[in-house]
T-cell receptor, first 110, second 114 residues
Framework: DAKTTQPNSMESNEEEPVHLPCNHS???????IHWYRQLPSQGPEYVIH???SNVNNRMASLAIAEDRKSSTLILHRATLRDAAVYYC???????????FGKGTLLTVNP | NAGVTQTPKFQVLKTGQSMTLQCAQD?????MYWYRQDPGMGLRLIYY???????DKGEVPNGYNVSRLNKREFSLRLESAAPSQTSVYFC?????????????FGSGTQLSVL
């Protein structure tokens, strides 16, 4: 399982874009990059995932570096409801190895 | 659409007591997982079941047993609870466990062992 590194915490203002970084320098060529978030007192929820190309969905965008050693989760306009812990993980060959690190605690200021 | 349902939501046990955490999914998924989350530790995989009839150990299996009762249900049993097992437990499922799939999580069981 490729090791990932994320900042412990980040802060943003409401309605501003947020860029959450993740380093995964030992990722293998077939590992997907997954992002999940966990709101207070809830289970984690899927945000987005990708392999090589940048990905967009209704929640966020995922920008993957050309060498795949890093990625950035982009929330285009942060809301108070986006305050959560965001986890970045590589799949390590299958979902069975999708363990989670400590993630980034995102605080959104009104 | 219920998704992944866990019961109970809260439980307090005394050291040495046993209990079973229940998990059920209604999405016809083949793969199911049990995680524990401790403060500042992220989520750690306890056991997983790739498909009905199979189970395998994850990162922290000691002190736990699991049963994949059928395709829908995957239970986690603590035979003799210890204070070190105080944690929040999450069940998850996915279609077939491949690396491109997303996981669906339940809302968790908060367990305290005194």
């Amino acid at each position: 399982d490729a090791k990932t590194t994320q900042p412990n915490s980040m802060e943003s203002n409401e309605e501003e874009p947020v860029h959450l970084p993740c380093n995964h320098s030992t990722i293998s060529g077939t590992d997907y990059i997954h992002w999940y978030r966990q709101l207070p007192s809830q289970g984690p929820e899927y945000v987005i995932h990708g392999l090589t190309s940048n990905v967009n969905n209704r929640m966020a965008s995922l920008a993957i570096a050309e060498d795949r050693k890093s990625s950035t989760l982009i929330l285009h306009r942060a809301t108070l409801r986006d305050a959560a812990v965001y986890y970045c993980k590589s799949s390590g060959g299958s979902n069975y190895k999708l363990t989670f690190g400590k993630g980034t605690l995102l605080t959104v200021n009104p | 659409n219920a998704g992944v349902t866990q019961t109970p939501k809260f439980q307090v046990l005394k050291t040495g007591q046993s209990m079973t955490l229940q998990c059920a999914q209604d999405m016809n998924h083949n793969s199911m997982y049990w995680y524990r989350q401790d403060p500042g530790m992220g989520l750690r995989l306890i056991y997983y079941s790739a498909s009905e009839g199979t189970t395998d150990k994850g990162e922290v299996p000691n002190g736990y047993n699991v049963s994949r009762l059928n395709k829908r249900e995957f239970s986690l049993r603590l035979e003799s609870a210890a204070p070190s097992q105080t944690s929040v437990y999450f069940c998850a499922s996915s279609v077939s466990g491949t690396s491109s799939e997303k996981l669906f999580f339940g809302s968790g069981t908060q367990l305290s062992v005194l």
